[in-house]
């Protein structure tokens, strides 16, 4: 990955994709967010990177406490879906602003 930038502005890498700063979660998880080299139409990839907590899983995971399990999870996103990520988290933010008062 090439080297990230605290500004939010995006580095690229040798092929020209963007690659923005990852964000490191609270317990360790880091959130990476790039441009996909998918050639049908534009997509992003969402990817955590870390402790990943597997508790809502549809099988069993013997022999990993807690549920959780050190991994990567990616999704990738049209920009539909990622405009709709997006306005989830703004719904998000601001219903938590609003409840704590922060």
Same mark, same amino acid.
């Given at each position: 990955m090439p080297p990230s930038? +605290? +500004?939010g502005?995006?580095?690229y890498s040798d092929r020209g994709f963007a690659f923005w700063e990852p %964000? @490191? !979660?609270s317990? =360790?998880? +880091? %959130?990476e967010v790039h441009e996909s080299s998918a050639?049908? $139409?534009p997509h992003l990839w969402v990817t955590t990177r870390g402790?990943? /907590?597997?508790? =809502?899983?549809?099988? $069993? /995971?013997? !022999?990993i406490p807690f549920g959780v399990a050190d991994g990567s999870l990616g999704a990738h996103l049209s920009?539909?879906?990622a405009r709709d990520l997006r306005d989830k988290l703004d719904a998000? %933010? @601001? /219903? +938590?602003e609003e409840r704590f008062g922060v």
């Open positions: 930038q +605290s +500004s502005e995006p580095t %964000i @490191k !979660g317990y =360790g998880t +880091s %959130i050639a049908m $139409e402790p990943c /907590h597997l508790t =809502g899983a549809p099988r $069993e /995971h013997p !022999g920009m539909d879906e998000a %933010i @601001k /219903h +938590s």
